[in-house]
Structure formats: structure tokens, C-alpha cells
């Protein structure tokens, strides 16, 4: 029973160490993600038009960012 705990702790060490704390990606390397093209949209200005919809509808929902009561008149 002693080593079966043993081995469970070596365990969760060894998955423990995969989770760095340091960043994968360089500060000089994130303007490359926000690229636009690296969106998962197929058409960005249908996308944009439906998010600008769907905020005018929930935002009182929040956690979207966009602004406006839910009448439309943002």
C-alpha cells in the first residue's frame, strides 16, 4: 500500500511539471495570433454583424463587452 501511494505521488508530480507557469508565447509573437486570419469565421464581417446583434439583444447579460439596454438603439 506504501508504494501504490508512492507511485501516485511521483505521478502527480511528473503531470504537475508540465503545467509552467512561464508563457509558450513571446510578447513580440502575439501579434501574430491576433491576426485576423486566425480567426475561426469563415466570412469576419458576417461574424462581426451577428456579435453586434447578439450584443444589442443580451447585453444586459453582460461578459460581451458591448454596451446597450437590449432595445436595439445602441
Not at 507511485?7 to 511539471?17: A, G, K, S, Y
Not at 508563457?23 to 513580440?28: E, Q, S
Not at 491576433?34 to 456579435?51: G, H, K, L, Q
Amino acid at each position: 500500500m506504501n508504494r501504490l501511494i508512492q507511485v501516485v505521488l511521483l505521478w502527480c508530480l511528473l503531470m504537475l511539471m508540465g503545467c509552467a507557469i512561464k508563457p509558450w508565447v513571446k510578447p513580440y509573437e502575439r501579434q501574430n495570433l491576433a491576426d485576423p486570419i486566425m480567426s475561426f469565421e469563415r466570412d469576419p464581417v458576417s461574424a462581426a454583424y451577428i456579435n453586434h446583434v447578439y450584443d444589442a439583444r443580451e447585453a444586459a447579460r453582460g461578459a460581451e463587452g458591448g454596451s446597450g439596454g437590449g432595445c436595439g438603439c445602441n
